[in-house]
């Protein structure tokens, strides 16, 4: 057994069992990754692929006990690299960022901000995706860091730390009838409701409130970003659930917003990283700014 070979049921999984493609990935021809796999299934004395004549499926329930181990040597490879970068006070390298376009656009201005002037010489990538794909992104190690709202605490694989609280607004035209009158949620029901995506922003939140009041949650328009609600509110399609920070009073003047928090349960945005995974120094300066900013401004923004 040996690193490559385990490397390839990596570079395996990673292109959906391609074979001729995982070699790619390793600089051998695809005969030759073939033959990788069949040495480490003799070793292991079972099968570790499901095939079917010579496509591959998947791996065996053996297969995906292996997979686990492998991606602790991985991450233990990668944990090593990194340690000796600290150790070295090795300020250049990378820093992947996995979140959605809220937290890009509200929260994350002013850390990186900081981080660029104390780290200049390490660049910054930034991946705007659903808080399901921004795991993956994590497990997959093309993300660093993730920060988010939704799915984060499901995953037990993750060290999660906890950002801001935060909660829901409507926005509506200027002269529209909820300005006049207490808000409820049967009355929010009675008209063409434009909310954030399943997956987003705090939708499950939305969501449990409808459904413990009885009411059903007919999105007449779902959206991942903010801005598009924003736009189609301004033209006429329905009432926008949105996050409060979301609104911005100059730019947005000529819309409302109405607290809904006595009605929407508060969702809590966090910060995610892989459980074992060495932090160098500049990722803990990158989250200590993170907190940092929640606690000086409070701010209430969604993911």
Not at 11 to 19: D, I, M, P, R, V
Not at 66 to 86: G, Y
Not at 206 to 217: D, H, P, V
């Amino acid at each position: 057994m040996n690193f490559n070979q385990l490397e390839l049921l990596r570079y395996l999984e990673e292109t959906h069992f391609n074979l001729s493609k995982a070699g790619e990935k390793l600089n051998i021809v695809q005969s030759a990754a073939s033959r990788q796999v069949q040495l480490l299934e003799e070793e292991l004395g079972a099968p570790i692929l499901l095939r079917t004549g010579k496509k591959i499926h998947g791996f065996t329930p053996l297969g995906l006990r292996v997979m686990e181990e492998v991606e602790q040597i991985d991450l233990a490879r990668r944990n090593l690299q990194t340690i000796a970068n600290d150790y070295r006070d090795n300020r250049t390298g990378a820093l992947h960022i996995a979140t959605t376009h809220t937290q890009a656009k509200y929260l994350l201005p002013e850390p990186i901000r900081k981080f660029r002037m104390q780290y200049p010489q390490i660049k910054i990538y930034m991946v705007q995706s659903s808080p399901g794909e921004i795991i993956d992104l994590l497990h997959h190690h093309k993300a660093d860091i993730a920060i988010c709202t939704e799915k984060l605490d499901a995953d037990e694989r993750l060290v999660i730390t906890p950002c801001y609280d935060w909660h829901h607004v409507a926005i509506v035209p200027k002269n529209h009838p909820l300005t006049l009158g207490d808000i409820a949620l049967k009355r929010l029901a009675s008209f063409p409701l434009l909310t954030y995506s399943p997956g987003y922003t705090g939708y499950s939140n939305i969501e449990k409130a409808f459904k413990a009041a009885g009411l059903e949650l007919d999105v007449t328009l779902a959206a991942a970003d903010s801005e598009v609600i924003k736009t189609y509110v301004r033209l006429g399609l329905g009432v926008g659930i949105i996050s409060s920070t979301c609104y911005e009073p100059q730019n947005d003047a000529d819309l409302i917003a109405l607290d809904l928090s006595h009605l929407i349960a508060r969702s809590r945005t966090k910060i995610a990283y892989l459980k074992h995974m060495y932090l160098p120094s500049y990722l803990q300066y990158f989250i200590g700014e993170l907190l940092a900013q929640s606690n000086r401004s409070n701010p209430e923004i969604a993911a």
